[in-house]
């Protein structure tokens, strides 16, 4: 698979961006593909038809330690305020950014899980508390990136409700 070069203002962000960089020895990462998709529906990229083509890999790539440098440059704790717009004022993005890391990816194993029809707690790699864990720490995420979606979370959301009715024999 090649990548699309030439087309007008679709390659407006350059060759060099994030999302059209792959590791060596590898496929092109899943990052290029959203791109892809979109460059082949339209000549011009705007954020409202690029934002809903990236899928979940690309934002837990995203931050990745990769991109501390080009993205964050973390000791300046640049662009968090605009990512995480609602995080705790108190919030030190360079000591904390391994919680976020690991709270992304528990996030991404647990998705993963429910995607691919896996058991999702009393697993080697999930226990019932790692699962109630992820899930509060998911919705504190969520609330840092916006207080609408939250709200929209918490009135559609029926995993509280469902843990509720899981026998405690089951909960180890």
């Known amino acids: 698979m090649q990548l699309p070069s030439g087309r007008g203002k679709v390659n407006a962000w350059g060759e060099n961006h994030l999302w059209l960089r792959y590791r060596k020895g590898s496929k092109l ?6 791109r892809i998709s979109v460059a082949k529906a339209s000549e011009s990229v705007k954020s409202d038809t690029l934002t809903p083509e990236l899928n979940f890999g690309f934002w837990t790539e995203i931050m990745g330690s990769d991109y501390d440098k080009i993205i964050w440059l973390i000791e300046k704790n ?3 305020k605009e990512v995480f717009p609602n995080a705790p004022a108190k919030l030190n993005f360079a000591r904390d950014i391994k919680r976020i890391r690991k709270i992304i990816y528990d996030i991404k194993v647990v998705r993963n899980r429910v995607f691919h029809h896996e058991p999702v707690f009393n ?5 019932f508390n790692e699962l109630l864990t992820t899930y509060k720490d998911a919705k504190e995420l969520l609330g840092w990136l916006s207080r609408d979606a939250l709200c929209f979370f918490e009135g ?3 995993f509280e409700s ?6 405690s024999s089951m909960k180890l």
């Open 29 to 34: 990462s899943g990052l290029v593909e959203p």
């Open 78 to 80: 640049r662009y968090v």
């Open 123 to 127: 697993t080697r790699k999930l226990s």
């Open 156 to 158: 559609n959301n029926q």
């Open 162 to 167: 469902l843990v509720n009715l899981i026998p």
